[in-house]
Structures are given as structure tokens and as C-alpha cells.
């Protein structure tokens, strides 16, 4: 699985899911040439990657999302964390999704957490 965190995702959550996947193709959006550029700038991007978008956003990311898939462009999958969660819960729902979904699986979905 191959993942987009979006920049305002808490970090804590990202180093979590790397100690139990070393592996995880994660990258975060400030390492990019898109860093702080608009959602559908970051949506597009995310979708010609492949990548599923991580994201706190649960104001914008979801109107925009939508907006795509209703203008029959892809969106390559969302997963939304509530700020509020707490961390050791997002880390656990986000492992249980990498270990248990395919690439397939996310084409056009969003998933809101927790599972």
C-alpha cells in the first residue's frame, strides 16, 4: 500500500506505523514539489501516484473527493483521521487497513476512522 500523508497529519501517527511497518512507501506531502498546495492540486497528485491520501482534513478533503469522483476522475483512496482520536488507536486502525486491504480496494473510497 502506498500512502500520501498529508501535512497536517500528526506525526506520532506516521513514526508508529513505521516501527510496525518498515517497510510502508509513505510520503509525506512537505517532502514534495505539492507541498501547500491546494486539496485538488493534492488529490490529482495523489491519484496520478497511486497513493492513498492520510489526512486529518475532514472539512475539505471530502468535498473535494467527491467532486471528482462525480466529474468521473479517480481518486485513489482517503483515510481520515479524526484529530481527536486517540494515537495509539489511529496507529492500530491504520495497521489493521494496510495489513488487510489491497491497492484495489481504495480506488474512489474514503475511509473514516475509527474502523
Known amino acids: 500500500m502506498k500512502l500520501a500523508i498529508d501535512e497536517n497529519l500528526d506525526n506520532r501517527i506516521v513514526r508508529g506505523l513505521r516501527r510496525l511497518h518498515p517497510e510502508l512507501d509513505a510520503i509525506r506531502i512537505q517532502d514534495t514539489e505539492i507541498f501547500e498546495a491546494d486539496d485538488p492540486v493534492v488529490l490529482e497528485w495523489c491519484a496520478i501516484e497511486g497513493r492513498i ?14 467532486e471528482r469522483i462525480q466529474n468521473a476522475q ?8 479524526p484529530t481527536d482520536l486517540a494515537i495509539q488507536h489511529s496507529i492500530e486502525d491504520l495497521h489493521i487497513l494496510i495489513e488487510c486491504a489491497s491497492d484495489e480496494d481504495w480506488t474512489n473510497r474514503l475511509e473514516y476512522l475509527p474502523l
Open 74 to 81: 479517480t481518486v485513489a483512496g482517503i483515510i481520515l483521521v
Open 53 to 66: 491520501l492520510v489526512s486529518h482534513d475532514f472539512r475539505t478533503i471530502p468535498k473535494y473527493a467527491y
